[in-house]
């Protein structure tokens, strides 16, 4: 390897790139390489444009990091030199870690040159002349307190936006944190990316219909639509629906502590739609889907054996699909997980998912079925958990505005009521996410209840018999609106050795009643206690 002339370039804000600085060090690297005899390396000059040496991001995800590892693993030739501006232009960390840092290249046989001073630090230099070690110590300790200052300030600054948007004498923007990928500053307001916008719009509804979101991802993929600069991945969906900029929130840690900015951002999407959104996707209510024709039974943690209580698997034997698309009823079926594992299940085998499906949706229906299940109101239950949290929620809003009120008229308020106010906060911040989860909790059951929720059975009853994918999705939804838990016992209650037998089936709606079917091999069904009655 032949040493070489390296220049590397940092600036934390953009404004900076407009200045002279960048052309005078690269026009200093060329003449100090041609009169040290020495190449200067065009394609490695490095740039770290508005990245932070205080945090380390030039480090951690610059170019000064690429060549800092290049320089661990002995890529760069012993001899070669590094220009800089500044010395602070390394670092702004604290003044060990930054001079560890200017150390490890220096003990590599590389010599930094700073193009402001023209100093050389090396370790002939060093050892030559031990004070330039000292100076570039101080240099170091000057730039961190710099750095440190003004990251006070800043946060500071930041500090009173918030405080003042949370009581309604702020409404400019406040400049922390990521902006949501669908919006853009435009002056002192917010607007749409209408393509995004549109994007995101989209995958809400085909999740709320049903969709997983890797079939969400295709669909986005097809449109040539994004909700971001990166292609659209099923895990990148996932966490968009997650997030409360959506519905016009802004949530932001600031040292330590998490607030909430309400109506913040113009919302993209209505407070319940989010929340029936949030229910849709959450991994409860819904996990991965594998595979081409969609399980609407198991994946999401509600169909249990009557047998053990272990859950209940599927298994398609997708390969032996007719002509027709069509799969027998005997290759789609149903096992508990534990007939392989540890002492097994105590009635061991599997059974159809094909007459259970038939089942259940034949008895979803019809309106009077509903009825029976929901006792007349579905929402019943969650509502009521939604009062008590609502409850909980004012009690410590009312706890905080008098803390408050009592700092505002205190000089130089006691430490422990400061304490005091930030616990309050953290409590009220995840009394809020409670909240939400049971709204969001309420939502689905309302979308369960009977007002017009045996026509959404009927309507994918074809599609679910004919395994199109997204008729399956969207019953997939259906039963995880509707139900809470579904107990099978695949021999019936009282296990039997024929193959083409009964299945028992106990359905827990969300509100908490139950009803007990039994299933025929073709899908009829008969109440449990008349099942019972009659034989």
């Known amino acids: 390897m032949t040493p070489r002339v390296y220049s590397y370039i940092r600036f934390s804000h953009a404004r900076q790139a407009a200045g002279a600085s960048t ?233 330590g502590t998490e607030h909430v900015l309400q109506g913040y951002y113009p919302p993209l999407l209505e407070p319940a739609t989010w929340q029936a959104l949030r229910a849709a996707a959450d991994a409860k209510g819904r996990k991965a889907v594998r595979g081409e024709i969609p399980s609407i039974l198991t994946g999401y943690g509600i169909t249990t054996c009557g047998y053990c209580g272990s859950a209940l698997k599927a298994q398609t034997m997708a ?59 579905s929402a019943a239950g969650p509502r009521a958990v939604v009062a008590q949290l609502a409850d909980e929620a004012q009690r410590i809003e009312s706890q905080l505005q008098r803390l408050t009120d009592a700092l505002l008229t205190t000089e130089s308020p006691p430490e422990a009521f400061v304490r005091r106010a930030k616990e309050l906060e953290q409590a009220k911040a995840r009394s809020d996410d409670a909240l939400r989860a049971a709204e969001a909790e309420l939502q689905a059951a309302a979308r369960a209840g009977t007002d017009g929720a045996h026509l959404r059975w009927r309507s994918i009853a074809d599609g679910v018999e004919a395994l199109d994918y997204d008729a399956r999705m969207r019953a997939r939804q259906l039963v995880a609106d509707t139900f809470s838990r579904l107990t099978i016992w695949m021999q019936g209650t009282r296990p039997h050795s024929k193959r083409s037998g009964p299945i028992d089936v106990m359905l827990t709606a969300r509100g908490g009643l139950t009803r007990w079917l039994r299933v025929q091999p073709s899908g009829d069904w008969v109440a449990g206690e008349e099942a019972d009655s009659a034989g």
């Not at 930054?98 to 050389?120: C, E, H, P, R, Y």
């Not at 994007?199 to 669909?219: E, F, K, N, P, Y």
């Not at 659209?232 to 997030?243: E, H, I, K, N």
């Open 319 to 377: 390969s032996k699909r007719r002509a027709d698309g069509s799969l027998a009823d005997g290759h789609r079926r149903l096992q508990c997980v534990r007939v392989n594992a540890g002492d097994g299940c105590p009635v061991p085998g599997s059974c159809s998912a094909a007459p259970i499906e038939r089942a259940i949706i034949r008895y979803c229906s019809d309106v009077i079925n509903l009825q029976r299940l929901y006792d007349g109101d």
């Open 23 to 255: 052309e005078r060090q690269a026009a200093y690297a060329k003449r100090w390489a041609d009169e040290n005899g020495l190449q200067l390396d065009a394609e490695l000059t490095m740039r770290d444009e508005g990245l932070s040496a205080y945090h380390q991001r030039h480090v951690k995800a610059g170019a000064l990091g690429a060549f800092l590892r290049a320089v661990s693993d002995g890529l760069i030739a012993p001899g070669s030199v590094l220009v800089v501006e500044a010395l602070d232009r390394l670092s702004r960390a604290e003044p060990l870690q930054a001079q560890a840092q200017l150390g490890s290249i220096i003990n590599a046989g590389i010599s930094v040159v700073t193009a402001s001073d023209g100093k050389v630090y090396s370790r002939d230099r060093l050892k030559a002349n031990p004070m330039d070690l000292v100076y570039s110590l101080l240099v170091m300790i000057r730039a961190h307190e710099e750095s440190d200052t003004k990251s006070t300030r800043v946060r500071d600054a930041i500090r009173r936006q918030v405080d003042g948007w949370k009581a309604g004498t702020y409404r400019g923007l406040v400049s922390y944190g990521p902006t949501p990928s669908w919006l853009r500053r435009a002056g002192d307001r917010w607007e749409f990316v209408p393509e995004r916008a549109e994007a995101v719009r989209l995958a809400a509804a085909m999740c709320l219909q049903g969709a997983g979101t890797a079939r969400i991802a295709q669909a986005l993929h097809e449109r040539d639509l994004r909700t971001s600069d990166a292609p659209p991945t099923s895990g990148a969906l996932v966490r968009l629906f997650a997030q409360p900029a959506l519905m016009g929130d802004k949530h932001l840690q600031l040292d």
